[in-house]
């Protein structure tokens, strides 16, 4: 069993930052690749920024130049720091690792940006 748990969503003004945390823990032995989506009210889910074992990355043109994602391999953890909030980036967050063949996924965090 493995479980997933994002935090760090919450309400923030355009131009700002946040920075999402997702961890993983459980039976692992080892994780390849982890990234985020997101998904906003009426709207598909999108993918927002991946991240190989290997520390390749991939972002979606709209993030590009804000967003960051990064691994802690030693904590399991995936981060996405975001810049230059907007508030089109309004949306539940989900963060996903790979564990083995599998694909878990968290709960989702919510990310408003509003003045």
């Known amino acids: 069993q493995v479980q997933v748990v994002e935090s760090g969503g919450g309400l923030v003004q355009p131009g700002g930052s946040l920075r999402l945390s997702c961890a993983a823990s459980?039976?692992?032995?080892?994780?390849?690749?982890m990234g985020w989506y997101r998904q906003a009210p009426g709207k598909q889910r999108e993918l927002v920024a991946t991240i190989t074992r290997t520390g390749n990355t991939n972002y979606a043109d709209s993030v590009k130049g804000r967003f960051t994602i990064s691994r802690d391999d030693a904590k399991n953890t995936v981060l996405l720091q975001m810049n230059s909030l907007k508030p089109e980036d309004t949306a539940v967050y989900y963060c996903?690792?790979?564990?083995?063949?599998?694909?878990?996924w968290g709960q989702g965090t919510q990310v408003t940006v509003s003045s």
């Open positions: 459980g039976s692992i032995v080892r994780i390849y690749g």
């Open positions: 996903y690792q790979r564990v083995g063949f599998k694909d878990y």
